[in-house]
């Protein structure tokens, strides 16, 4: 499915995401992914995770994906619930799992394969765009789910934020910009993320993050994403006042994603890197 002309890739991935929507609704109907979602019971708590804080005060969503389009494939072998066992190992708080099809080759089946392994919560990474995605992201197993504010109409966006809520899923809202920190805390955001991709550009700066802090509402769970590799980062984040992380590319790059967490996190701490233990089942990959 080629990329139509002249659009930014946000716009790109929008389109191709309402197709694949498109297909998806007429395979499993809205009553259908209701009705599994209302059936569920369990929940894991997403902001309590994020709250407060190990590791020095900041914590950890540890992001699985299979691609990105910035970077292309990252795994060939994608052995996700290994992953996703290795990072909460390595010391992730929450895991975060890319489920869109098209340009990250992820799935919802991906998703609830992760939430199997581990025990901390989920958070569905995708581009949400209709209700039917919120009572599918509760279906499938998320414990939260992405509101990209770049993405949506203020009606939508609070729509699917109160959806969230009542549905009893937590809801990351992303923005970019300041006029998308108001339209967030206008919405009553509690967790905020602000990305430090540019979705337009797909440029990265950490300084996007360090810019809005101080804009995000005061109380909310601030979240810091993507671009952030090294220790002196986090402590950048950290020094800024936000309360986590979402880590992604800088893990899924490595042969081992959770040792590379691992260390990340004892090099932030000031602690010794974790002794090398037997030989990984990831390190082929």
Request: net charge negative.
């Amino acid at each position: 499915m080629p990329d139509p002309p002249g659009r930014t890739m946000l716009d790109n991935i929008l389109w191709a995401r309402r197709r694949t929507l498109e297909e998806t609704r007429v395979a499993v109907p809205l009553e259908r992914v209701q009705q599994m979602a209302e059936a569920r019971q369990e929940r894991r708590d997403f902001a309590r995770a994020l709250a407060g804080g190990t590791f020095d005060g900041l914590r950890v969503i540890a992001e699985l994906k299979r691609a990105s389009p910035s970077r292309g494939l990252l795994r060939q072998h994608y052995r996700r619930r290994e992953i996703a066992q290795g990072y909460v190992t390595g010391g992730a708080s929450a895991v975060s799992v890319l489920t869109e099809e098209h340009y990250f080759l992820g799935s919802t089946q991906d998703l609830t394969e992760v939430r199997q392994a581990i025990e901390v919560p989920v958070l569905r990474k995708d581009f949400i765009l209709d209700s039917y995605q919120v009572y599918e992201s509760v279906a499938a197993g998320a414990d939260a789910l992405l509101l990209i504010v770049a993405a949506l109409p203020d009606p939508d966006l609070q729509s699917f934020l109160d959806l969230s809520n009542k549905l009893r899923i937590a809801a990351l809202v992303e923005v970019h910009t300041e006029e998308e920190v108001e339209r967030a805390a206008a919405a009553g955001a509690k967790i905020i993320g602000v990305n430090n991709r540019d979705l337009k550009t797909l440029g990265v700066s950490l300084e996007t993050s360090l810019r809005l802090r101080q804009k995000l509402p005061q109380g909310c769970i601030a979240v810091s994403e993507s671009g952030i590799k090294t220790a002196e980062d986090l402590h950048r984040i950290k020094d800024a006042g936000f309360n986590a992380v979402l880590m992604g590319e800088r893990l899924m790059a490595q042969p081992d994603p959770g040792r590379c967490l691992q260390e990340l996190l004892a090099e932030f701490a000031g602690q010794s890197p974790p002794a090398q233990g037997g030989d990984s089942n990831l390190g082929a990959h």
